[in-house]
């Protein structure tokens, strides 16, 4: 038997591959102002920190902007987003099976991401992930992210878990900075958004098939 009582798992690029939606209204968003397009690796390499720094990152890879342009371009951005936000958003194989097996042996599940509450809310609900998860914190105003702890923090509090009996998954640097700020222990999966190397993690901490993630201590 496992002691953690409770798994926590970012969003974007961890249980659903969102890439594709982000990247096609990232590009709307930059066409409104006469930019070039972006490559899908290049908006994936932009994902983990929130979507006001995905624009961000977008605007400077084109040519630069001051803080009104990035206002503006954000607005189109979250426009576009809101109205293709599981057009060709899906959960990763296994993550289904995954989270029916966990509810199965009692494990208490949250979600913590940087993406925005309400879309991630909506997306979690339009893929119908929301009956899984007891708690689901996203971004809000006055809010810091992550790789701040805060966000974990309030999530472990909301499913009543000491820190030390929770497992924080994700898939990108910013969400192993955020486990270990927060003193919980991290998963990593290694077919998402991982843009730079994590290497102190062991091979146990790490998985790259949902079929076979490994996330709990046998």
């Not at 371009?73 to 989270?99: C, M, Q």
Request: aromatic content about 8%; proline content about 5%; hydrophobic content about 45%.
């Amino acid at each position: 038997m496992t002691g953690f009582t409770a798994i926590i798992f970012d969003l974007d690029g961890t249980l659903i591959h969102s890439a594709p939606d982000l990247h096609f209204a990232a590009n709307a968003a930059l066409e409104t102002i006469g930019r070039g397009s972006l490559d899908l690796a290049t908006i994936i390499s932009f994902i983990g920190n929130g979507v006001e720094t995905l624009v961000k990152r977008a605007l400077a890879a084109t040519g630069g902007g001051d803080e009104a342009l990035e206002r503006t371009v954000l607005a189109v951005f979250l426009e576009v987003y809101a109205e293709n936000i599981t057009t060709l958003t899906r959960p990763y194989d296994g993550v289904i099976a995954s989270l029916e097996t966990f509810r199965g042996e009692g494990i208490k599940l949250g979600i913590c991401t940087n993406k925005p509450i309400a879309p991630a809310l909506d997306i979690c609900a339009r893929l119908d992930l929301t009956r899984y998860f007891d708690v689901i914190v996203g971004a809000e105003a006055g809010r810091l992210k992550k790789p701040a702890p805060d966000m974990l923090l309030a999530c472990l509090s909301q499913l009543g878990c000491p820190r030390e009996k929770a497992i924080y998954v994700g898939d990108s640097a910013v969400d192993y900075q955020t486990a270990r700020n927060g003193d919980v222990a991290f998963r990593l999966f290694s077919k998402g958004y991982l843009n730079e190397p994590l290497p102190l993690l062991t091979a146990a901490e790490q998985f790259d098939n949902w079929h076979q993630n490994g996330i709990l201590p046998a």
